[in-house]
T-cell receptor, first 112, second 112 residues
Framework: GESVGLHLPTLSVQEGDNSIINCAYS??????FIWYKQESGKGPQFIIDIRSNMDKRQGQRVTVLLNKTVKHLSLQIAATQPGDSAVYFC???????????FGTGTQLKVEL | DADVTQTPRNRITKTGKRIMLECSQTKGHDRMYWYRQDPGLGLRLIYYSFDVKDINKGEISDGYSVSRQAQAKFSLSLESAIPNQTALYFCATSDPPGTEQFFGPGTRLTVL
């Protein structure tokens, strides 16, 4: 079956550095991707999304890059802060409806 | 997100017991979802409902049932709980044409 996976289960960065979290997907028909942030004890929260007709989308301190050639998605966080410490999930949507397939998550740890 | 609430937040039960997890939303969204989260496996879809008269199985529906009592309420039941159903359970909502899903705070269920 199709899957969404992450390259690294844990990423440690220094406060103030940029963070890059990667995600590989295998369904070339996926047309929409989302990044979620999940803090300890809370439900996932939307960060940013991108449609398959785009290569890049920017938000506040976050940028998502989509490389459809190699089926790769990344989330870049600029000037990483302690409050960015969380698990980050990518999710993809394929076909009709709003069903999402989630990756396994990357734990981001921000070191002071 | 206070717009999506789940009760209870924590529950410990014994094998064979019937358990119901409740989800309520004030977002006015038609679409609601139940997910299960296990360590290292990300979020997996159990059931989803696109409106009050629509119920659909997700990828791991065996051992679970749902009831959409109203637009704002979507309940998940475990008819006879077993230990491997110990997990975090999340409810989510979305509203077409948007694809973003809004998550509740989660219910931690332990089956002894």
């Amino acid at each position: 079956g199709e899957s969404v996976g992450l390259h690294l289960p844990t990423l440690s960065v220094q406060e103030g550095d940029n963070s890059i979290i990667n995600c590989a997907y295998s369904n070339s028909a996926s047309d929409y991707f989302i990044w979620y942030k999940q803090e300890s004890g809370k439900g996932p929260q939307f960060i940013i999304d991108i449609r398959s007709n785009m290569d890049k989308r920017q938000g506040q301190r976050v940028t998502v890059l989509l490389n459809k050639t190699v089926k790769h998605l990344s989330l870049q966080i600029a000037a990483t802060q302690p409050g960015d410490s969380a698990v980050y999930f990518c999710a993809e949507k394929t076909g009709g409806g709003n069903k999402l397939t989630f990756g396994t998550g990357t734990q981001l740890k921000v070191e002071l | 997100d206070a717009d999506v609430t789940q009760t209870p937040r924590n529950r410990i039960t014994k094998t064979g017991k019937r358990i119901m997890l409740e989800c309520s939303q004030t977002k006015g969204h038609d679409r609601m979802y139940w997910y299960r989260q296990d360590p290292g496996l990300g979020l997996r879809l159990i059931y989803y409902s696109f409106d009050v008269k629509d119920i659909n199985k997700g990828e791991i529906s065996d051992g679970y049932s749902v009831s959409r009592q109203a637009q704002a309420k979507f309940s998940l039941s475990l008819e006879s709980a077993i230990p491997n159903q110990t997990a975090l359970y999340f409810c989510a909502t979305s509203d077409p044409p948007g694809t973003e899903q809004f998550f509740g705070p989660g219910t931690r269920l332990t089956v002894l």
